[in-house]
């Protein structure tokens, strides 16, 4: 089962341009980590998002377990940040492509009562018609939290187009769209896929 990891992370106000380029250099570094397939990561004006690219759950324990994910939480994240949240979502097993001009929008949604499965799932077969390349699915772990996410790619060329289908997606989408958990990153975004 195909595996992507999201992870969003609010910056201190007081955070410095310094401190926040070593965590996104920390970021592109857990491309090290033997069971990552592919990362991307990038800055919103608020804060610092990233995408990993697994092959299933138990690459998830070694991932998280792993050296250079302690350090990009504990010395990169943790002196820089007011809050996080991260997904691990059960997705399609394509990897990105090597864009360099690219911008790319995460989201979640959280579990509410009263909302059906198959609700979840025509949203995120909406979010898969958008323009980019798209990876959704529901969450593997706390689904008390969040019931789905995801992630999308988007070309630079791309973004009017996507952000104007996304607006009218959401109209449709009622309640829900009120409650997404989401956050556009467009500054130093890169994306690294080892050899």
Request: with cysteine; aromatic share 10%; charged share 25%.
């Amino acid at each position: 089962m195909p595996l992507l990891h999201i992870i969003n992370a609010k910056l201190k106000k007081t955070s410095s341009e310094n401190e926040i380029l070593a965590a996104l250099e920390k970021a592109t570094a857990m491309s090290n980590i033997s069971v990552v397939n592919a990362i991307t990561s990038g800055l919103s004006d608020g804060s610092i998002g990233v995408g990993i690219w697994l092959d299933n759950t138990d690459d998830l324990e070694t991932f998280a377990a792993s050296e250079e994910h302690l350090v990009f939480i504990m010395q990169g994240l943790a002196p820089i940040i007011e809050s996080l949240w991260s997904a691990a979502i059960d997705c399609n097993d394509s990897l990105p492509n090597r864009d360099k001009d690219f911008v790319f929008w995460l989201y979640a949604f959280p579990d509410h009562e009263g909302v059906f499965e198959w609700e979840i799932q025509k949203i995120l077969n909406d979010i898969a018609n958008l323009p980019g390349q798209s990876w959704a699915g529901t969450t593997i772990e706390e689904r008390d939290h969040f019931r789905a996410g995801g992630i999308v790619l988007i070309n630079k060329n791309e973004y009017e187009n996507f952000a104007k289908k996304l607006k009218n997606s959401k109209s449709d989408w009622g309640a829900l769209a009120n409650s997404l958990t989401e956050e556009f990153y467009d500054n130093n975004t890169i994306i690294s896929i080892p050899d």
